[in-house]
């Protein structure tokens, strides 16, 4: 299954030109998501698992909202990946600042684990 959805991501990764981003990417991303669940479900069920009473109805209304977060994220991300900077050298320096915070907080979240 993990083969299969990576196939599917290179699949649609060659077909892409240029340098211009594709607004469809979060769709892209939501349907492989959708494809793997629906997919390792399947496997399941096959393995003879079967879900008790309501199970279905809530797996689907979660993979609906899992599907929808990741488009709303995806296109959050093509929209700031839109935005002109102009801001040279301190531009910078604040996304390194960023960068380095999130990695402490990785840390803090790791050593606490």
């Known amino acids: 299954m993990p083969l299969a959805i990576v196939a599917l991501g290179v699949a649609y990764a060659a077909t892409l030109e240029g340098d211009d981003l594709d607004g469809r990417v979060p769709l892209y991303a939501a349907?492989?998501?959708?494809?793997?669940?629906?997919?390792y479900w399947a496997l399941q069920l096959?393995?003879?698992?079967r879900d008790e009473a309501g199970m279905v109805v809530?797996?689907?209304i979660g993979?609906?909202?899992a599907a929808a977060a990741a488009v709303v994220a995806g296109s959050l991300l093509i929209a700031v990946a839109h935005v002109p900077l102009?801001?040279?050298l301190a531009v910078e320096a604040i996304g390194l600042a960023a960068a380095i915070g999130a990695l402490?907080?990785?840390?803090?979240?790791?050593r606490r684990a």
Do not use: N
């Open 104 to 110: 402490a907080i990785l840390l803090l979240a790791a």
């Open 46 to 49: 096959r393995d003879g698992a």
């Open 63 to 65: 993979l609906l909202i």
């Open 86 to 88: 102009r801001g040279g």
């Open 31 to 39: 349907g492989l998501l959708v494809a793997a669940e629906l997919g």
């Open 58 to 60: 809530r797996r689907l």
